[in-house]
């Protein structure tokens, strides 16, 4: 079962509620999690540094520090040990250098819809596994691994069994229900004839459920029957409504880069999936990726 050990949250409110620090306190219950609590203080811009006072940048860091000791505080109180670390930059560059210098295996954030470029930033290139909070959905009850097995494609296939690990293990620890969803459709099939598409299908249906159900067998995962879904048409759309239908909280996907391009390129379906639905989002790495640190996404 996977597990997460060492959890970096980010602390980008200080508002009484923080649902990324629910979450992380929820998963540290269950094992030995080392969690870092960060903020990431913005700089003055240049053309304001005129009017701010002398003194306004260290005031709101020492604000900073006294709140994220206070969370710190409250998580001790729960039997869950916590460091702190503020940073000042770039949010999305700092944190992707912390995650690397704690060695992190999960970021932590609440979603701030008015933040997307950043959190779209740290979806693309943070080095380890990335969980975006949806404020209304912290407490996790369903949760949907989103999978796009393909036998010819070897990172694909073992991205889907990392999925289903990773949303196997979270579910575990929740006590959430699992659901798996993998879409697939005819290739072609506005040339085809009709008996054609029909006898496709068939067979594209029923391969489908053989690969996802031999991939949850590697996993040693099971899975209620009407857990399982096999949507034929576009990826994105299927997810979409499957999170609305069936009330998803959590939907666990895969990212894929491109190779030759600096910084991970999130697949348009997982890019879709985050701007459009209203859930929480863990967005799993491909085997194999660097993160590129030193590359100034602007």
């Given at each position: 079962?996977?597990?997460?050990?060492?959890?970096?949250?980010?602390?980008?409110?200080?508002a009484?509620?923080?649902?990324?620090?629910?979450?992380?306190?929820?998963?540290?219950?269950?094992?030995?999690?080392?969690?870092?609590?960060?903020?990431?203080?913005?700089?003055?811009?240049?053309?304001?540094?005129?009017?701010?006072?002398?003194?306004?940048?260290?005031?709101?860091?020492?604000?900073?520090?006294?709140?994220?000791?206070?969370?710190?505080?409250?998580?001790?109180?729960?039997?869950?040990?916590?460091?702190?670390a503020?940073?000042?930059?770039k949010?999305?560059?700092?944190v992707?250098?912390?995650?690397?210098?704690?060695?992190?295996?999960?970021?932590?954030?609440?979603?701030?819809?008015?933040?997307?470029?950043?959190?779209?930033?740290?979806l693309?290139?943070?080095?380890?596994?990335?969980?975006?909070?949806?404020?209304?959905?912290?407490?996790?009850?369903?949760?949907?691994?989103?999978?796009?097995?393909?036998?010819?494609?070897?990172?694909?296939?073992?991205?889907?069994?990392?999925?289903?690990?990773h949303?196997?293990s979270?579910a575990?620890?929740?006590s959430?229900?699992?659901?798996?969803?993998?879409?697939?459709?005819?290739?072609?099939?506005?040339?085809?004839g009709?008996?054609?598409?029909?006898?496709?299908?068939?067979r594209l249906?029923?391969?489908s459920?053989?690969?996802v159900?031999?991939?949850?067998e590697?996993?040693?995962?099971?899975?209620?029957?009407?857990?399982?879904?096999?949507?034929r048409?576009?990826?994105?759309?299927a997810?979409?409504?499957?999170v609305?239908?069936?009330?998803?909280?959590?939907v666990?996907?895969?990212?894929?880069?491109?190779?030759?391009?600096?910084?991970?390129?999130i697949?348009?379906?997982?890019?879709?999936?985050?701007?459009?639905?209203?859930?929480?989002?863990?967005a799993?790495?491909?085997p194999?990726?660097?993160?590129p640190?030193m590359?100034?996404?602007?």
């Amino acid at each position: 079962m996977k597990s997460f050990e060492r959890i970096l949250v980010v602390v980008d409110s200080s508002a009484d509620r923080q649902p990324a620090v629910e979450v992380a306190v929820e998963l540290a219950r269950m094992d030995d999690t080392a969690i870092t609590l960060t903020h990431v203080l913005e700089d003055v811009p240049s053309y304001a540094r005129w009017v701010v006072p002398e003194k306004f940048e260290s005031l709101v860091a020492e604000r900073w520090h006294l709140t994220l000791e206070q969370i710190k505080r409250s998580l001790e109180e729960h039997g869950v040990e916590a460091a702190v670390a503020l940073q000042r930059g770039k949010l999305s560059l700092e944190v992707m250098r912390e995650a690397e210098r704690r060695r992190s295996d999960l970021v932590l954030k609440t979603r701030d819809r008015e933040n997307a470029a950043e959190e779209m930033r740290l979806l693309r290139k943070c080095p380890c596994p990335i969980w975006l909070v949806d404020p209304g959905r912290a407490a996790v009850r369903r949760i949907l691994a989103a999978i796009d097995p393909e036998p010819a494609d070897r990172t694909k296939t073992t991205l889907a069994t990392t999925v289903i690990e990773h949303a196997a293990s979270v579910a575990a620890r929740l006590s959430a229900e699992l659901h798996v969803l993998h879409a697939w459709r005819v290739f072609g099939e506005n040339v085809l004839g009709f008996a054609e598409v029909r006898d496709e299908a068939a067979r594209l249906e029923k391969t489908s459920r053989e690969r996802v159900t031999q991939l949850l067998e590697q996993c040693d995962v099971s899975l209620e029957p009407d857990r399982l879904a096999l949507p034929r048409g576009n990826a994105q759309a299927a997810i979409e409504a499957y999170v609305g239908d069936t009330e998803i909280d959590l939907v666990v996907m895969g990212t894929i880069g491109r190779t030759g391009i600096p910084g991970l390129l999130i697949g348009n379906t997982a890019e879709g999936v985050f701007q459009r639905v209203s859930c929480s989002i863990l967005a799993i790495k491909p085997p194999g990726f660097t993160a590129p640190m030193m590359i100034d996404d602007t």
